[in-house]
């Protein structure tokens, strides 16, 4: 079903806002992975591990659910379709396997922020929880590429697509 | 009936797309093989990946390691 004008407008700019919004609470999130991976300050690794796992489960997890939820209105209620171009089928597998491993990383993230809210936890045992860089900056590069994706929108058709829009000029044709 | 165009085959972005997402998992599964980089679930416990940074047993034994979901 194709969205008319106006609620393909309010669906753009929704998705736009949680997309952007990702990202932007990612970077956010890499600040704090950073002071962890390099702090040695007791009460600043603390602060850290803590602050990441409200962040990682509250702002980054919802927004990644809904940008995921709001990709799918957008391709299925206008006429780009989720499996018809490339674009929007390679940001579709992206973005649900960013979701995947973001999912599995806030277990280590939880993990970590247990330790760190136990008061006995000795600096030096901070100290060597480690940092989940390696998983924000290549989801932030996973998150850029589909955002030059979605901004671009390269030319090129799935097999499906290109069936599917001779169908359609040919029933527009012949009636 | 008309004849159907033939498909107009993948386009060059996608395969070159396509390359660069091999080489980069090839490249990643490589080197968690050979250890120069930690990565996966298991690199936060003492069974994790000998180049990784491990916990100290003292906090190991106290926390079990995540699993499945939260809550």
Known sequence: ?175 | MANRPPYPGIPRWVKVFGIIVTVVVLLVVTMTFIGSVEHGPGRHTPSGDAGGRVLPSSIMEEYAPPEGGRG
């Open chain 1, 1 to 175: 079903m194709i969205m008319t004008s106006r609620l393909r407008k309010f669906a753009l700019a929704a998705h736009i806002t949680l997309a952007v919004g990702w990202i932007g609470a990612v970077a956010g999130y890499i600040a704090l992975d950073v002071a962890a991976a390099t702090s040695q300050d007791a009460q600043t690794l603390r602060a850290a591990y803590l602050a990441m796992e409200v962040i990682a489960w509250y702002v980054i997890v919802p927004l990644a659910l809904a940008s995921l939820l709001s990709g799918l209105v957008m391709s299925v209620g206008t006429k780009w379709g989720l499996f018809r171009h490339y674009w929007v089928l390679i940001s579709l597998l992206l973005t649900i396997i960013a979701t995947v491993v973001l999912v599995v990383e806030t277990q280590t993230i939880s993990h970590f922020a247990d330790i760190a809210a136990d008061p006995t936890t000795s600096g030096d045992d901070l100290g060597a929880l480690g940092s989940t860089l390696v998983h924000s900056a290549g989801g932030t590069v996973v998150l850029l590429v589909i955002l030059v994706l979605n901004v671009y929108k390269p030319r090129g058709m799935t097999r499906y697509g290109w069936r599917k829009q001779q169908e359609e000029r040919r029933n527009k044709e012949f009636g």
